[in-house]
């Protein structure tokens, strides 16, 4: 039976990407040895960082005097990274979910942490507007797709202080501008490649800023200036990385990858409204987001949630029991998925509501 992979991370990726990546992991451009097997420092490789770099810069738009690194250590260490190296007295964080949660967690050991909005007192079901941002705070550092509960901002927010966003769930699902932040990171395992490796895309002006030493490897300025090539990065998953960005700009570019997503989106919100066992549980619709589209049983049919959630994965769909902390269903649509994906799910939505 063909599977749908609603994962929320690590997550779908194009067959094709997966394939060219297996077939460099088995005989590296013709070297007969693997990618796995090379010196990242070997004159092969460094092309395939330079040209993931260049397509990071092409896709995104990304202005001068920005620059695009590969590091470990998942987003999770940039929630330490941005305040270690940008936080100089005060940061601001809007808080829409666990992630940014954690993000604040870690600013705090650095200064003082304003926290500009919250909804985490309705379980972050939106995104808190109307917020004000201290004029003197370093940066407001925002988590544009809020993977588990299912809200996203895919407009660049109007601030008078620099931005610093994660973009993990998200980044080259639609246009961004680039020149509003001073720093972009995203872990690669929702939608860009597989796990390994975090893209960070950092203004250069504003490094060195911080009134702290820093250990060398959480230094921007070390990766910056060493080409993502300080130490061993993680070498496979840049690979992949620069397959799926060569895919992307193949299907016509970020512009491309928002209209997929608007396209999905509105097929399966569509029938989430429209079906009388399911409701959303997002309760701004336009904070809805296009990537991760969270949704329960109706409240009259509560008991049947076991029983959706078996019938789907008799019909081959993977991953779409949602997050234990919103229950219900998750279904993950980020660029890999199709529209043959998502309407296999509807007409599994719609065959269970026939039957009930
Ligand atoms: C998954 C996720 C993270 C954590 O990523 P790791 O690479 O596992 O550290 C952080 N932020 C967002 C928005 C995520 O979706």
Redesign the pocket.
């Known amino acids: 039976m063909k599977k749908y992979n609603f994962n ?2 690590p997550s779908m990726l194009p067959r094709e990407v997966i394939e060219a990546t297996a077939q460099q992991c088995l005989d590296f451009n013709g070297s007969g040895l693997s990618l796995m097997e090379i010196s990242h420092r070997a004159k092969d490789f460094q092309p395939v960082v330079d040209e993931a770099v260049a397509l990071v810069k092409e896709l995104l738009q990304v202005p001068e005097g920005y620059s695009v690194i590969f590091l470990g ?7 330490c990274m941005i305040p270690y190296n940008f936080l100089v007295k005060k940061a601001a964080y809007l808080n829409t ?1 666990v ?2 949660k ?2 604040m967690k870690e600013a705090k050991l650095f200064g003082e942490v304003v926290e500009v909005a919250s909804s985490a007192d309705a379980n972050y079901t939106f995104i808190p507007k109307g917020w004000t941002v201290p004029e003197d705070a370093d940066y407001l550092h925002i ?6 509960y299912g809200t996203e901002m895919r407009q660049d927010p109007e601030v008078s202080v620099p931005l610093i966003a ?4 998200d980044i080259f699902s639609r246009p961004v501008d680039v020149a509003k932040y001073d720093a972009i990171y ?5 939608n860009l490649a597989m ?1 390994g490796v ?1 893209i960070v895309i950092l203004k250069d002006e504003k490094l060195g800023r911080a009134p702290r030493p820093i250990p060398t490897m959480l230094d921007y300025r070390t990766h910056v200036e060493k080409g993502s090539m300080f130490n061993t990065p993680p070498v496979v998953p840049i690979y992949c990385a620069l397959e799926n960005l060569r895919w992307i700009k193949r299907q016509g570019g970020v512009e491309a990858m928002d209209k997929l997503a608007k396209q999905r989106a509105e097929i399966v919100y569509g029938e989430i409204d429209r079906n009388k066992l399911f409701r959303g549980t997002v309760t701004a619709k336009e904070d809805r987001s296009l990537m991760n589209i969270c949704f329960v049983m109706a409240d009259e049919y509560k008991e049947l949630e076991k029983d959706f959630l078996d019938f789907a994965v008799s019909k081959g769909m993977v991953g779409v029991k949602g997050h234990r902390s919103v229950g219900g269903f998750r279904a993950s649509c980020y660029n890999a998925q199709t529209i043959e994906g998502v309407n296999a799910l509807v007409a599994c939505m719609k065959e269970f509501e026939a039957k009930h």
């Open positions: 929320a991370g250590g998942g987003a999770s260490l940039e929630f979910g992630w940014a954690k993000a988590t544009t797709n809020n993977t588990i994660d973009m993990s769930s995203a872990g690669a395992q929702k796990a975090t």
